[in-house]
């Protein structure tokens, strides 16, 4: 009699190695009842069935985290703003702040972190420099951590389905990753179609001052080039933080088509600046203010919420090609992502920096408690 020759034979060999596979996993975890799952990194990770509390370690996968399921969230990485509040979860805001990685220096508060006891960590794949800070700090918590990868707006979609994977969200996680991969696709058409002469040139401009901007390849201006726009500083960043400084002089030179306001204080003056006004985008009105609620639509930090602030920049710079409408677009957005239900009113009021009141909607995504 021959072995090891035929199909059957063949199949039940994978099969024991799966089988083995999973259950050298599951020997490697605390919990009686678990999964194994691999994370971008490649690493084995042992979840609970049903994941009831998890801790992003930095902004991004604390919103991820929100968008997915927000009774999951264990607490918050940093303090709510007063804008913020306005757009999330009643219970969210009774939230402890256990910090996380993020920005310039910024740690987790570790011992707050054990004391609240999430059932898992998340971490978001950003730069090599902070994954190492986690990495090490993390190797000495005793509880599971997955790294997801957030580190462009394309990754989104398989974002999605990871982290509904990890948390037992399936369902939700589908909806929100064809939403996302639907947004991509479309702009990315659209853009093609475009021709190089007509892609307008972008300042993003930071700061009180308006003159602290970004190196074109940073993750901080991502949406300038997916849109069809083009960047005017063309330079490489020297850290993952930006936040570049420049000249008054060097703006004058870019004078760029279009403006990019990340500072509400700034774009109030801009206007009544002698030098800012020999800009062509200031001269043509084409200075817009970034939406933030409830987080920046476009950086600081980048979450979620650029998929709806594609959509709106590829209005701004090229509303021939694409006239959408933005109101009725982030009424769609909030609802889907935020459970949140929004007026014509209101959602204007949201593009124009606005706090309108709110009706949040019970279901499976974020609601009332």
């Known amino acids: 009699m021959k072995h090891g020759t035929g199909p059957r034979y ?3 060999v994978i099969m024991c190695a799966v089988l083995s596979a999973v259950c050298a996993c599951l020997a490697s975890g605390p919990h009686l009842e678990a999964r194994c799952l691999t994370d971008i990194a490649g690493k084995r990770v042992v979840v609970p069935d049903y994941v009831r509390s998890a801790w992003g370690t930095s902004p991004p996968a604390t919103y991820l985290l929100y968008s997915l399921d927000p009774s999951v969230l264990a607490g918050l990485t940093t303090p709510l703003k007063g804008w913020e509040k306005a757009y999330l979860r009643r219970d ?3 939230l402890p702040v256990l910090g996380g990685w993020y920005g310039q220096g910024n740690v987790p508060n570790i011992e707050m972190v054990l004391k609240v006891k999430p059932d898992i960590i998340v971490v978001p794949a950003l730069s ?3 994954d190492a800070r986690t990495t090490k700090t993390l190797r000495n918590i005793p509880i599971p951590a997955i790294t997801v990868d957030v580190s462009k707006l394309s990754s989104y979609p398989d974002a999605f389905l990871y982290l509904g994977e990890a ?6 996680a589908e909806k929100l ?3 996302a991969r639907k947004t991509i696709g479309n702009t990315e058409q659209i853009v093609r179609g475009i021709p190089e002469k007509n892609r307008v040139s972008v300042y993003y401009a930071e700061g009180e001052d308006g003159l602290t901007t970004e190196c074109h390849v940073s993750m901080h201006v991502e949406l300038i080039g997916l849109a069809g726009g083009k960047n005017v500083h063309r330079c490489v960043s020297k850290t993952n933080y930006g936040m570049d400084k420049v000249s008054m002089e060097q703006v004058l030179m870019y004078d760029p088509d279009v403006i990019l306001v990340f500072e509400r204080n700034f774009f109030k003056k801009v206007f009544l600046d002698a030098r800012w006004r020999q800009i ?5 009105k084409r200075v817009y203010l970034i939406p933030r609620q409830p987080f920046n639509w476009f950086d600081r930090p980048p979450s979620f919420m650029r998929l709806l602030g594609l959509k709106w920049l590829l209005n701004v710079l090229h509303p021939d090609v694409y006239p959408v409408d933005i109101v009725k677009e982030t009424q769609i957005f909030f609802k889907l992502f935020l459970g949140v239900t929004l007026s014509q009113k209101e959602a204007g009021d949201i593009i124009q920096f606005q706090v309108p009141k709110l009706t949040f909607t019970a279901g499976p995504g974020p609601s009332t408690a």
């Open 167 to 172: 948390l037992g969200r399936k369902e939700r």
């Open 177 to 179: 990753a064809e939403y």
């Open 280 to 284: 062509k985008a200031v001269k043509n």
């Open 92 to 94: 969210m805001q009774k």
């Open 10 to 12: 063949v199949r039940r």
């Open 128 to 130: 090599a420099g902070a």
